[in-house]
Each structure stands twice: as C-alpha cells, then as structure tokens.
C-alpha cells in the first residue's frame, strides 16, 4: 500500500519560535496534500489543502501566515508553524491520496509541543 | 471540510465478542465511506470501504454496511482481540472532492 512519511514525529521548541514538519509520499506522487490537526480525544480537524506547484488552500479560522504550507515537489509538503504558541500544542498529521480522490494515506502524525 | 470536535464515545466490548461501531453520515451527495483506526500518537489507519452502490463489504475479521436511506454505516469486527483497542472514525467524501468529511470518532475497549 502506499506510505506516507511525516518528520519529525515529535519535537518540543519554545514559545515565538518556527517549527518545520514535513509529510512526504515515499511511492508514489502526490499533487494535493491534507494538513489536519488533532486535539486530545477529538476527530482530526482539516487545516489546508496542499497543491504542488500552487498556494495551499486553508480552511476557515486557519492562519495563513502563522501556518506556512509549501509543497515544493511531487513527493513532499511542509507544514512550517511560526512563531509558535504553548496553544498551537497539537499533534499534525498530513494525508495524500495516490489516485483521485480516494483512498487516502495518513502519515504517522507530529506531536508538537510549545513550552 | 468539515470534522466535528466532540469528546469520543466510547464502546467497551468483552475479548472475542463481535463490535458494532456506528456512524452517521452527512452529506447525502457522498458517495464513498471510509473507516479508520487511530492507535494512540499515531495516524489513522485504512481498515476498510465502500462505495455507495453497495450496500455491505466484508474484509478479514470486519464487515461495513452502509444504509443510505438512514445516512448510516456500521462497522462490525468480528472475534474483537486486545490489538483492536483504538479509536475508529468513519469519513465520507465523494468524486468531486478530495476532502474528507469526518465523523466524531468511537474509543474500542476491549475487556480481558
């Protein structure tokens, strides 16, 4: 089946700093990516829309500029959290589907924590 | 797309007996209904799907039926193990759109 790769799977930084997280499809290419966020005992929340070549789409409510989405290549998107706050603590996951709109693949999720 | 954010419900089921997890669905222009398992600090998982001309699929161990007069799917596992433990969504979506409209999510216990 397909694999969807997220790094990294945790990591802890400081209040007002970026955090990089990056989703990867390891075979297979992926021109949309699924950014989601999840709070403890909840459903996965969609964030944005991740098109290679093209802005990403973000859903209501999300900020566009605090969280930066590039999808650089067929394979890869990133999730960049700036100037991140103790609330911004959630754990992201990202998706790609192989082919159409089915059958999507989840990566393994990020556990972000902001101290 | 949408998701709810609910506290999950929660479903306690003896070792070895059958789990019946519930989900009602939305959008009825959805035409393809899927069930994930989320283990604890992991993503979800593909368990297993069904396009709406159908009416049940059988996988190993689980079963899904979807009711489109009621906007309601199930998924049935069978002979339920200790390594079932996690938390099963259920998402629709149809042809037109890559995102996923997903359910409010159901913790399986399982009781030794």
């Known amino acids: 089946g397909a694999v969807v790769s997220q790094h990294p799977s945790w990591v802890i930084c400081k209040s007002g700093t970026s955090v990089k997280i990056e989703c990867r499809s390891l075979?297979?290419?992926?021109?949309?990516m699924f950014w989601y966020r999840q709070f403890p005992k909840q459903s996965l929340m969609l964030m944005a829309t991740?098109?290679?070549?093209?802005?990403?789409?973000?859903e209501q409510g999300v900020e566009k500029d605090k969280f930066l989405i590039n999808h650089a290549s067929l394979t890869l998107s990133t999730l960049t959290v700036t100037s991140a706050h103790p609330e911004d603590s959630s754990f992201y996951i990202c998706?790609?589907?192989?082919?159409?709109?089915?059958?999507?693949?989840f990566g393994p999720g990020t556990r972000l924590t902001v101290t | 797309g949408e998701s709810v954010g609910l506290h999950l419900p929660t479903l306690s089921v003896q070792e070895g007996d059958n789990s019946i997890i519930n989900c009602a669905y939305s959008?009825?222009?959805?035409?393809?209904f899927i069930w994930y398992k989320q283990e604890s600090g992991k993503g979800p998982q593909f368990i297993i799907d069904?396009?709406?001309n159908m009416d049940k699929r059988q996988g190993q161990r689980v079963t899904v039926l979807l009711n489109k007069t009621v906007k309601h799917l199930s998924l049935q596992i069978a002979a339920t193990q200790p390594g079932d433990s996690a938390v099963y969504f259920c998402?629709?979506?149809?042809?037109?759109?890559?995102?996923?409209?997903w359910g409010a999510g159901t913790k399986l216990i399982i009781k030794p």
């Open positions: 998706s790609a589907p192989p082919a159409g709109p089915y059958e999507q693949y």
């Open positions: 075979d297979f290419q992926a021109t949309t």
């Open positions: 991740s098109n290679e070549g093209s802005k990403a789409t973000y």
């Open positions: 959008n009825s222009a959805s035409d393809y």
């Open positions: 069904i396009r709406s």
């Open positions: 998402a629709e979506n149809n042809e037109s759109n890559y995102q996923l409209i």
